[in-house]
């Protein structure tokens, strides 16, 4: 095992994934950038975000397929929308973060992080210190959560699993179907050579390979790889003491739709140019957490209103989200609504490394 002696830097970010190298992008100066796997090595996510998230981050070319229609199935019924107005894409998360990593003057070392003691943040090669450190390690917050970690019990965690298929498709399509999924919803996503269909548990039911299963099969379809994990479905702490806390680790992932790529993203984003501008001596570290966690508070609303929705799909009868999915597609709601939910975040991710 390499041992490192303790180097001091000017901000440790954990975590190099969405959050992570959002964060990373904007820094110049001592950063040191951990995460316990390769970065892109471990895709978790079926990688669908607005197309303009991988342009304004100079990512084009990780794009799979780009997406016009969604569609939204309910029971027996389905509704299609058009997303033209923003449309959306699916991406290689390898080339998706290896293109963001490339902007980056980190130093990066794969490491697993464990705990943050007496102010390093210790790692299986040594222990580490900076003034400024950020948690973007994912549900776990490794270090926002402390060494006992979380348990994604109460209903804070949704639980999502996807297979690699070999089915080719135009759009996205989400299905709410309480015989696959009593609650929660599926998703067939088109990645260019085939499609990721997952299923997801608002509960955190984490076994649903058994449904996920049983769903390709009566389809006739043939899985491969499968992959999954949690993420949160309630905003978290977005500061605490003197750590930034970004992307799920803080609860970030938008609820009902599931989207927390593009929060992650952002609020990294933000995050970033707020130390950046602390480790230049323009802000202190004091006004920089607390300019951040205003920034969050903000998007308040935005995330009750969506859990509002989520709390709609698991409880209400089909009839009635048939009836809701129907309407929320017709002008002139969708015009207003669609642009509104596609732009948020896009100021910010256009803001250039440094
Ligand atoms: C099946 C599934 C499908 C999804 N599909 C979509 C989608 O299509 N669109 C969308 O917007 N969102 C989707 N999501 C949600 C999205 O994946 C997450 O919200 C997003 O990945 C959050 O980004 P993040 O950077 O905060 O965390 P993560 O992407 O989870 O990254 C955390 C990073 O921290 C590292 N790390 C964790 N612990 C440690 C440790 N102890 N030491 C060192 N490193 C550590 C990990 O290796 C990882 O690289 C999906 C989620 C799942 C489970």
């Known amino acids: 095992m390499r041992k490192m002696s303790a180097p001091e830097f000017d901000v440790i970010v954990v975590g190099a994934s969405f959050a992570g190298l959002a964060v990373a992008r904007r820094l110049r100066g001592k950063v040191l950038l951990l995460d316990r796997n390769e970065v892109g090595e471990l895709q978790t996510s079926a990688c669908g975000t607005p197309l303009w998230v991988a342009q304004a981050l100079g990512v084009t070319s990780s794009v799979l397929q780009v997406h016009e229609r969604l569609t939204i199935r309910t029971g027996r019924h389905a509704v299609s929308y058009d997303l033209s ?110 499609s990721l269909i997952g299923l997801g548990s608002y509960a955190g039911r984490s076994k649903l390979r058994p449904a996920l299963d049983r769903y390709l099969d009566d389809q006739r379809i043939q899985p ?97 989200l048939t009836a809701l999915t129907r309407l929320a597609a017709r002008r002139p709601l969708h015009p207003q609504w669609w642009p509104r939910y596609g732009q948020f975040g896009r100021v910010e991710a256009t803001a250039s490394p440094g």
Not at 124 to 131: E, Q
Not at 171 to 192: A, K, N, Q, S, Y
Not at 245 to 272: K, M, S, W
């Open 85 to 194: 107005a923003v449309p959306f894409c699916t991406f290689d998360y390898r080339a998706f973060c290896q293109g963001l990593l490339a902007q980056c003057e980190a130093r990066f070392l794969k490491t697993a992080v464990t705990e943050l003691k007496d102010g390093r943040v210790v790692t299986s090669d040594g222990s580490f210190r900076a003034p400024i450190i950020v948690d973007c390690s994912g549900w776990r917050g490794v270090l926002v959560n402390g060494a006992a970690g979380v348990r994604p019990a109460g209903g804070a965690y949704t639980f999502g699993l996807e297979a690699h298929t070999p089915v080719r498709d135009d759009g996205l399509t989400f299905f709410i179907d309480r015989e696959v999924i009593p609650r929660g919803l599926g998703w067939i996503f088109p990645v260019g050579a085939g």
């Open 224 to 320: 491969g790889a499968y992959h999954g994990t949690y993420f949160p479905n309630r905003p978290g702490r977005a500061t605490v003491g003197r750590l930034f806390v970004v992307g799920d680790a803080a609860g970030q992932c938008l609820p009902l739709t599931a989207e927390g790529i593009r929060p992650a993203l952002y609020f990294g984003g933000e995050c970033g140019g707020l130390v950046h501008r602390i480790i230049s001596g323009a802000m202190t570290l004091e006004a920089g957490l607390a300019r951040y966690r205003a920034l969050v508070r903000r998007y308040r609303k935005a995330y009750w209103l969506l859990w509002s929705g989520q709390w709609l799909t698991l409880h209400a009868p089909m009839a009635w």
